[in-house]
Structures are given as C-alpha cells and as structure tokens.
C-alpha cells in the first residue's frame, strides 16, 4: 500500500530573506497511509498547524518533498487546486470559521455551490448531513445561536459535503466543553472508521492520543518522534524488529516530554514499588536509573534501600532489599537478551542462540509467575513469548491467548497467571526496545 501523503524533509520558512525570517518546519519527514488517523502532537508553537496548512494547499513549502496522492499539489493549475480541495481534502479549525450571516443548512451545503449541483439536491445532500450529526432540528436557524459543541458539528458536517477522503482538524475541540469535545472527537473516530477518511488532527491535549493510529510528536519544527498506538489494528504495516508495541509507547503517551531513559527508568520503578507507598518511588527510581547507568555498585544499591528514613532510605531488611536487587538484575539481563533477540530477527531461522533466549525469558517467568505447568504450556509460552517479543503480537492479544484454553490455541493459564506473565513480559521488552 502506497501512503495518501508522503512529506520528506520538508521546510516552510516564514518572511524568507527578511529580518524577521522564522523557520517553522526545520526538515519534516512522515508519511500517512490511506485510512488512518494521526495525530501531530505538540507544544504550541512547534509548528503543527504549519505542517497541516502546507497539507491543504495553501501554505506553499520553501522546500523538501510534499506529494498528495502522488502528486505535488503546489503544481497544480487553479482549476486543479480547486478540485483538490473540494474533492480530496477538507478542514475543520478551532474556530469553527461558519458564516454567520447564512442558516445552519446553508453552512453545510454552501461548498457544493461550485459543483453544479441543483439547489434541491444541495438541500438534500446538506439536511442528511445535519441528521447524521443530529443538528437537523436546526437546519433553518443561524448559526450563530448554537452552541460550541453544535457549531463545531455543522462545521464537520461542512467539511464532509463534498465526500473528501482526507479530513485535517486543527485543534477542533480547544475550544469546547469536555462533554463537546468527547462528542467531536467520537464523531471524528466514526468517520475514521465509518466513513473510512484519513484523519489528520492537530492538538496540544495528551487526552486525545489514544484515538489516533499513530502519533507524530513534534517539538522545534521537527518530528522528535513517531509513537505506535499499540491499542489500535496498525494500518501502516509495522516492520518486524523496528518497532514494537510495547509499555514504554504507553507510558511515553502518559508522559510525553520524558526521554526514553526515563521511561525506561520509571517503567521497572512502577513495577518494583507495587507493594509500597507512592512517596518511595522516587528513591527506588534513582536507584534504578543508577543501575541502569551501571553508576552503583550491589552493596549500595542495598544500603540504600536498607538506610533510615532520615537518610532518604526505606528501611528495608536485608532481605528484601536483596529480592528488589535481584528482580531489577533479571530484568536489565534479560531485557538484553530480549534486545539480542530482536536485533537477530531477521535471521531466517531462530538459531540455537535466540532458541536459548526465549527458554531464558521462559523459565525466569515461570520462576516468578507460574509454580506447575505441563509440558505443553512450556511449549506453547515458547512459541507465544517469541511472537511477543517480536512483535508480531500485540500485548493485548498475548494477554488474551494465554487464558484461552488448549483447544482455542491458548496457553490454559488461569486469569491470574496470564496478567502475572503478562506484566512481567512486557517488562523486559520495555526494557529491551529502541525507539
Ligand atoms: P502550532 O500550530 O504548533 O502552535 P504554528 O505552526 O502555528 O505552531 O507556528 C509555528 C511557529 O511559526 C510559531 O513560532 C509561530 O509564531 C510562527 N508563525 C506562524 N505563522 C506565522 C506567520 N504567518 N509569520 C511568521 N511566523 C509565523
């Protein structure tokens, strides 16, 4: 499958050559396929609804590559120009940008004025819309006396008249209520997935992530990283061994400005401290990251845990400060081996080394979660945990499967077992991913 937008290296500079000369896309590269629905997310001011305006056609590129549908959209005659952004694409703003002066209906159906369309059918065509998004109650009245959630309603039901397959939205819901906005945004991801329109929508709001296929998170005029909804059918394929859908693309959508080392960190930190309080996360999180940088030695990870309060310890016995050095080592050593493993992917048969990886990762999740299990299961967690890890399956699905019994192809596991492995799975791939 071919992308409907390929951008590559793209620049726009404002006020070119001029002593207020702004650069507000630095080298921008994605590419967005037929179908999904990504969101550019970012700070204001990084250069957001930059990008999407060079996407509509009217903000022409200082340079790098932008096509539409294979073509490039700024050499386009005016007819063709016109043709493009009737047929192919459409925009709702923050705004709303309605016409106060024309009735609600007359809103909707005002862009098919051009298509030579006879009044009654452009009636027709709009009043359907209207009752789709259900404001055909107040098809005659003005627009201006409706509320946000309505206006921002009439304006999608604007934008779809004219049938676009690429549908931009730029902040559309900053302006509402939540109630609106949950409303806006749900009609938005219908017509994702209804209507099947590629949906590119622009927001500073961590909230809306997870609707999105995919999430272009941009700072500076640039793309600092690209972040797979691991929640969603991936409709862009998902190259085996480059990325995974994995915790720390969770936890990077819970906390978006943090490094991956810091994900990495707080990742094995939230898992260590389950059984104590909140306050003692953050001690055990420098500790991690120290262990990660191989910055401390055994004996003071476990002084540490062990020292009084007063000195920013946890009075741990030695015991348990022991078992926290153990599980935070199994983990870094086989979050290695799973890194190992993925970097061998492409090898076309798992060799004898990636074979002994996997019954590593195996039998230290049967030591921590699982105390009988038959050959079979064995077996099967072998072959699963591989897909796994790979990333051939998502999280979810594993989860699932391992509570299915034999004859669906499960693991057999009960309820409390497949969360247990499950978890602890996904620590080491967490661990072992490279964004
Ligand atoms: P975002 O949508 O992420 O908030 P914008 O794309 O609107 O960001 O803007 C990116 C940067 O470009 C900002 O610093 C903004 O001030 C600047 N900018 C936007 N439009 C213009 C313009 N017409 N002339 C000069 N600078 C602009």
Redesign the pocket.
Known sequence: MKPIIEIKDLKVI??EGKA?E?A?LRGESLDIYPEEYIILF????????????SILGILAPTGGKLLIKGDDVYKYSSDEMVKFQQNVIGIIYQSFNLIPSLSVLDNVSLPLIFSGMSPADRERKGMALLKRFAIDQQAKKLSTNMSGGQMQRIAVARSLINDPEILLA?EPVGNLDSVSSAEVMDTLEEINIKDKKTIIL?T?DAKFIPYAHRVYF?KD?GVEREVVNPEKKQIKSVAPGTTILTEIEKLARIYPYISIDELRVKSIANYLVEELGFEQLETVEKLVEMMIRGTVTKERFIAALMAPFSRGGLEFTHDKAQKMLEKTENILNLAREVRQYRERLQEKYNSPKQLERIKNLRNEIIRECVFEISGMQIKWLDENIASRVAGFISMEDFRERLSLVAEKKGGGFSPRQAQAISRYLEKFIAQGVHL
């Open positions: 404002y006020n207020n702004y507000a970012g700070p204001s001011g990084c250069g957001k609804s930059t990008l999407l305006y730029d622009v500073h941009m005029g």
